[in-house]
């Protein structure tokens, strides 16, 4: 077995630059592909060829670009990879950290196994957020208590009501949208996985 | 020469290529580099060698066809497809398919009216 050997700089230049171009395309896939090719250009070629001869089998190969490309329109059209496996991913990344933070871990372990996603797909599904729609709320709850803490007297005398502490306008309008990522983050990040694993 | 849509003939190429493939194995099985060579080389049906690979791969995924791995005597090993009795149905319902199509656009293009 020779695959240890060399192949042309021009082919190995072409290789690196289908790397570049499938980086965004999930693991499994991305290094699939790339080993095709790369038997596909120790098949055409040799280190011995001329620059023109491997430019010829290059440019019948395409450009790097053009293949990711089809391997994406094949990944969309294609099957429906949400499985058992991806569906349990999703669901215990939303509300597994309800079961004592416990279920939100198998999520994610489940998320980062899978090979529907890619690496940025994982990074929000974790991060967006830790501990899923639990700590979500925790948040909000925590949120809310700190941004409300108004402390009102009444005076006694004639009713009127006097406030101290809590939160500006300003203030307020921005622990209204913390909640909002808090609470509705995580149902977006659910939806958004399920949208990528297609 | 007048120039017909590209998009139109990549469109047909792109119906039409999977069955290709699944014909190319139907008989004996071969390897991806193989198959690639061979649709090349027929003329107007492949632009592009590398795209095909993609197109292998979801081949596979379908289970329409099925791989083994082996040594190659000059190289990293080959993967060799074969069709699969789900690919051999898929392909045997396109060939039905595919000569009344075939037949009716012939029928149009040469005389102008429905066969």
Redesign the interface.
């Given at each position: 077995?020779?695959?240890t050997?060399s192949l042309h700089p021009l082919a190995d230049d072409y290789l690196d630059r289908l790397e570049h171009a499938a980086r965004r395309l999930p693991r499994g896939?991305r290094r699939?592909?790339v080993e095709?090719?790369?038997?596909?250009l120790?098949?055409?070629t040799h280190p011995d060829m001329s620059d023109a001869e491997i430019l010829s089998v290059l440019d019948?190969?395409?450009?790097?670009e053009?293949?990711v490309e089809?391997?994406r329109?094949?990944e969309l059209s294609?099957?429906d990879r949400r499985g058992i496996h991806e569906w349990s991913a999703i669901f215990l990344v939303l509300f597994g950290g309800f079961v004592f933070g416990v279920g939100w871990i198998a999520g994610a372990i489940l998320l980062w196994s899978s090979r529907a996603w890619n690496t940025r797909d994982k990074l929000i599904g974790t991060l967006v957020v830790p501990g899923g729609l639990a700590a979500g709320l925790w948040g909000a709850l925590a949120v809310a208590v700190v941004g409300a803490g108004r402390v009102c007297t009444t005076a006694v005398p004639r009713g009127a009501e006097r406030c101290s502490g809590g939160a500006s306008t300003l203030g307020l309008i921005g622990v209204i949208a913390l909640l909002a990522v808090l609470v509705l983050g995580p149902f977006c990040t659910a939806m958004y996985l399920a949208r990528r694993a297609r | 020469m007048v120039a017909i849509g590209e998009s139109v003939i990549s469109q047909l190429r792109r119906g039409v290529l999977e069955f290709c493939v699944l014909a190319l194995v139907r008989d004996e099985e071969r390897y991806g580099f193989e198959i690639v060579r061979a649709l090349s080389e027929a003329s107007g049906l492949v632009t592009t060698e590398g795209t095909l690979y993609p197109l292998l791969g979801r081949l596979r995924k379908e289970g329409v066809v099925e791989t083994t791995w082996r040594e190659s005597p000059s190289g990293p090993p080959r993967r060799y497809y074969r069709l699969t009795a789900a690919g051999a149905a898929k392909l045997a319902a396109f060939a039905a398919e595919w000569v009344r199509f075939r037949d009716s656009v012939d029928a149009l293009l040469e005389t102008g009216v429905p066969r």
């Amino acid at each position: 077995m020779m695959a240890t050997a060399s192949l042309h700089p021009l082919a190995d230049d072409y290789l690196d630059r289908l790397e570049h171009a499938a980086r965004r395309l999930p693991r499994g896939e991305r290094r699939e592909l790339v080993e095709e090719i790369r038997a596909h250009l120790y098949e055409a070629t040799h280190p011995d060829m001329s620059d023109a001869e491997i430019l010829s089998v290059l440019d019948r190969l395409g450009e790097p670009e053009d293949i990711v490309e089809a391997e994406r329109s094949h990944e969309l059209s294609g099957i429906d990879r949400r499985g058992i496996h991806e569906w349990s991913a999703i669901f215990l990344v939303l509300f597994g950290g309800f079961v004592f933070g416990v279920g939100w871990i198998a999520g994610a372990i489940l998320l980062w196994s899978s090979r529907a996603w890619n690496t940025r797909d994982k990074l929000i599904g974790t991060l967006v957020v830790p501990g899923g729609l639990a700590a979500g709320l925790w948040g909000a709850l925590a949120v809310a208590v700190v941004g409300a803490g108004r402390v009102c007297t009444t005076a006694v005398p004639r009713g009127a009501e006097r406030c101290s502490g809590g939160a500006s306008t300003l203030g307020l309008i921005g622990v209204i949208a913390l909640l909002a990522v808090l609470v509705l983050g995580p149902f977006c990040t659910a939806m958004y996985l399920a949208r990528r694993a297609r | 020469m007048v120039a017909i849509g590209e998009s139109v003939i990549s469109q047909l190429r792109r119906g039409v290529l999977e069955f290709c493939v699944l014909a190319l194995v139907r008989d004996e099985e071969r390897y991806g580099f193989e198959i690639v060579r061979a649709l090349s080389e027929a003329s107007g049906l492949v632009t592009t060698e590398g795209t095909l690979y993609p197109l292998l791969g979801r081949l596979r995924k379908e289970g329409v066809v099925e791989t083994t791995w082996r040594e190659s005597p000059s190289g990293p090993p080959r993967r060799y497809y074969r069709l699969t009795a789900a690919g051999a149905a898929k392909l045997a319902a396109f060939a039905a398919e595919w000569v009344r199509f075939r037949d009716s656009v012939d029928a149009l293009l040469e005389t102008g009216v429905p066969r």
